[in-house]
């Protein structure tokens, strides 16, 4: 009866493992680091004001190539009844956005009572993503929604957890609101965040509160730089193991 074997960090063949060790090499020298990457960027720009509001992220790669974008492409959906593209500001946007902005295009929304409770959303895989925070710049008037509560979710949308309690809107010009993130987001492949706004009360059909440029940010665990440093540590030993097996063959054949 054959014993099963238990496979060593050597038993790869050593060429494939001199190829991947390199190609995560590469991968940490052009990852961004782990304490500036955007991650989900909503900018809106791709809109004409007065029309529907643009509701796809901006990326780095396709198709946007905008070097200010995130890594996720994934779209806001939402349930409010009367959304559109306005105007918007530029607080927020991330440093190497290169779409016009002057003042851009933002994310309209009506603000009758009936529209209390509704919410903006989005779906993102975070699988290899940790210590998220989430910013937007919001800008309220009059009668428009003066509180919003930020929820998360980590089985695809399905149910959602509430962050806290509903944070109050100034409506004093435009402002940025930073929230934390909870760790229990960390690495969900179906994770999801919330934007549920409360407090509205102007009886017209008025796009009173505007948002504009959100932002989530957040680490990419493991790093490939770890990865590769842990992986070039295994190559050495099955170099050295390796050089050890040729020296010993040589000197049993002589």
Excluded at 87 to 106: K, S, Y
Excluded at 191 to 203: D, I, K, P, Q
Aim: include cysteine; glycine fraction near 12%.
């Amino acid at each position: 009866m054959r014993k099963s074997k238990t496979r060593r960090p050597c038993a790869l063949p050593f060429r494939l493992l001199l190829i991947v060790a390199g190609a995560l090499l590469l991968m940490a020298a052009l990852a961004p680091r782990a304490n500036a990457t955007v991650l989900v960027y909503f900018n809106f720009e791709d809109a004409t004001i007065g029309g529907p509001f643009d509701p796809a992220s901006d990326v780095v790669g396709a198709p946007d190539f905008n070097p200010g974008g995130g890594l996720v492409l994934t779209n806001i959906t939402t349930n409010l009844v009367v959304t559109g593209a306005v105007a918007g500001f530029l607080q927020n946007r991330t440093a190497g956005d290169i779409d016009t902005a002057n003042p851009g295009v933002a994310l309209g929304m009506r603000t009758t009572p009936s529209d209390n409770g509704h919410y903006l959303q989005f779906a993102f895989d975070a699988t290899f993503f940790a210590n998220m925070s989430l910013s937007f710049a919001i800008n309220t008037q009059g009668n428009g929604f003066d509180h919003v509560q930020v929820a998360y979710s980590i089985d695809g949308g399905a149910t959602f957890t509430n962050v806290g309690v509903p944070i109050f809107i100034p409506s004093s010009g435009v402002q940025i609101i930073t929230l934390a993130v909870p760790s229990a987001v960390n690495n969900q492949a179906g994770a999801a965040l919330r934007l549920v706004f409360t407090g509205g009360t102007s009886m017209g059909n008025n796009l009173q509160t505007v948002i504009d440029n959100i932002q989530l940010t957040g680490s990419i665990v493991p790093e490939p730089a770890t990865v590769a440093g842990g992986l070039l540590g295994v190559l050495g030993l099955c170099w050295f193991q390796r050089r050890r097996l040729i020296r010993s063959v040589r000197w049993r054949r002589a």
